[in-house]
């Protein structure tokens, strides 16, 4: 059965510096992973996905993520945090049996320190 | 550019009562899915449409029915509030292939008391 695990609940950054949220999976078969911004009192927004191809997949707001498939992470990164980056992050993995169906991990507050 | 629409944004519910949840999309997406989000729980899905007429059980289905009769709308009806639907609730749709990515609506705050 497919899930996702996001280890940390909260990550916290100095401004300018490095950030990664991080997140694992488990799949049958190849797997389409994603990540999603969630900002207070707002929908999801999708950030990147990887599908196939390159490791390093870039997306939007100079957000980017690596697949690891031999360590079945994929984690979030960022080179230079920014104040408004702080909100929830989802990673998700499609379901391939079903119709597009995701299953999201359980979210990572990321809050960047002025 | 509307995208996901919900409504209502907020509303709240006496044990016992029913509402409909609206959801429309103007993407012409085939694929359109429930969720409900509870703290620290992530999002779990609720129902999902793959076409006009055509709904299926997602993880958490019951004390819910939705229906599909048009590629735009994607209603949820809640019947019988419990407080265990307090929740905040999304829909969100995708195309039918690759790449697959959800366009989510701003969500609706549900509170039953």
């Known amino acids: 059965a497919q899930s996702v695990a996001q280890p940390e609940d909260q990550v916290n950054v100095a401004e300018g510096n490095p950030l990664t949220v991080k997140c694992t999976y488990s799949v049958s078969g190849n797997p389409y992973l994603f990540w999603y911004v969630q900002y207070p009192n707002r929908g999801l927004q999708f950030l990147l996905k990887?599908?196939?191809?390159?490791?390093l997949v870039k997306g939007s707001y100079g957000f980017e993520a690596e697949f690891n498939k031999s360590q079945t992470s994929f984690h979030l990164k960022k080179p230079s945090a920014l104040v408004s980056d702080s909100a929830l992050y989802f990673c998700?993995?499609?379901?391939?049996?079903?119709?597009?169906?995701?299953?999201f991990g359980t979210g990572t507050r990321l809050t960047v320190i002025p | 550019n509307a995208g996901v629409t919900q409504t209502p944004k907020f509303r709240i519910l006496k044990i016992g009562q029913s509402m409909t949840l609206q959801c429309t999309q103007d993407m012409n997406h085939n694929y359109m899915y429930w969720y409900r989000q509870d703290p620290g729980m992530g999002l779990k899905l609720i129902y999902y449409s793959v076409g006009a007429g055509i709904t299926d059980k997602g993880e958490v289905p019951n004390g819910y029915n939705v229906s599909r009769s048009t590629t735009e709308d994607f209603p949820l009806r809640l019947e019988l509030a419990a407080p265990s639907q307090t929740s905040v609730y999304f829909c969100?749709?995708?195309?039918?292939?690759?790449?697959?990515?959800?366009?989510f609506g701003p969500g609706t705050r549900l509170t039953v008391t």
């Open positions: 990887y599908i196939t191809g390159d490791n």
């Open positions: 998700a993995v499609r379901d391939g049996a079903g119709a597009n169906n995701l299953f």
């Open positions: 969100a749709s995708s195309h039918d292939r690759p790449p697959y990515e959800q366009y």
